[in-house]
């Protein structure tokens, strides 16, 4: 070897280092386009080692991209007593993201956000309200953080100031749906705000078209309003959306139940309990029990 040689660097060693964050930053959306999430995971994660120290924000930006890859599995948003252990470990796992990437940058507005986020999910109510406070301390333009902190503020049972929350959210972003969304579930949440109710489910749903949930949230919301037909619509596009939910069933037979259609109230009751069985819903699986024994007794008194 010469001694010209000897001194040559390789030339990955030589690049700067905003050449070996582009590239990685690429590797890891090819990885993620093409669902393999897991790998995408540690693309990120071996950035943010790599560059700590050189470029702290970047690498909080990297465990931030770790944590929403995480959340990204539909099991995490699971309410807690459904949740896999899996899912829980993930949720573990995007919450220490969150931790080291606020440790690195600790005035990286979205760390804090999706911070809050993951405590939100994780049942941590209060704290989630914390994060989020400091997230829109630092970035009063962030849409999401006051929307994620809406939804904590009315899971704590502060629904005036959820609803404030929200309205906030819509003046930066008229474009997000979760903000019509959680907006309309703080108002059903409270008796002196029912106003607008269905009209935010309404654009919610325009906004994201899939929502099975979002379906059937409007659909209480009519039942409420005695719109029974366009309540049992809404039920039945659930069903279409997602086939596996319980709920929609349920609340189907409820109505069929009231308009003395016991036979087709019971076809959905046994449906539902069906679905919350395969599901893992005890509380579910106990309420429809509940209804099936009172539909039995009601007709054994006929």
């Known amino acids: 070897m ?28 090819r990885l ?46 699971a309410d807690a007593p459904l949740r896999s252990e899996s899912a829980t470990a993930a949720l573990k796992q995007a919450l220490s993201a969150c931790d080291n990437a606020i440790c690195r940058h600790r005035t990286y507005a979205e760390a804090w956000t999706q911070r809050g986020l993951v405590k939100r999910l994780l ?9 989020c406070d400091e997230a829109i301390r630092l970035n009063p333009e962030d849409a999401y953080a006051y929307t994620c902190r809406g939804l904590a503020k009315t899971l704590l049972g502060q629904n005036e100031a959820a609803i404030e929350d929200q309205d906030a959210a819509l003046r930066l972003d ?15 949440m409270t008796p002196n705000k029912r106003d607008g109710i269905v009209e935010d489910y309404d654009e919610a749903i325009r906004l994201a078209p899939e929502s099975a949930i979002a379906y059937i949230s409007r659909g209480l919301a009519k039942e409420r309003l005695l719109q029974y037909d366009a309540a049992v619509a809404d039920y039945e596009e659930a069903m279409r959306l997602d086939s596996t939910l319980a709920p929609p069933y349920t609340y189907r037979g409820e109505i069929r ?21 395969a599901a893992g819903d005890e509380q579910h699986k106990s309420y429809v029990e509940s209804e099936i024994r009172m539909l039995d007794k009601e007709a054994a008194e006929d």
């Open 2 to 29: 010469t001694h010209t040689e000897q001194n040559t660097p390789k030339v990955e060693e030589a690049l700067p280092v905003v050449f070996l964050v582009d590239r990685v930053i690429a590797d890891a959306d």
């Open 123 to 131: 049942g941590q109510y209060a704290e989630a309200v914390a994060d």
């Open 257 to 277: 139940w009231s308009q003395g259609r016991d036979a087709e109230a019971r076809e959905d009751y046994e449906t539902a309990l069906r679905l919350a069985r």
């Open 32 to 77: 993620q386009e093409e669902g393999k999430i897991g790998e995408a995971i540690e693309k990120w994660r071996s950035l943010a080692n790599t560059i700590s120290g050189i470029d702290d924000k970047m690498a909080a930006r990297a465990l931030v991209s770790v944590c929403k890859l995480l959340l990204e599995n539909e099991e995490v948003w």
């Open 174 to 188: 008229a474009t997000l749906a979760e903000a019509y969304y959680n907006r309309a579930l703080a108002k059903f």
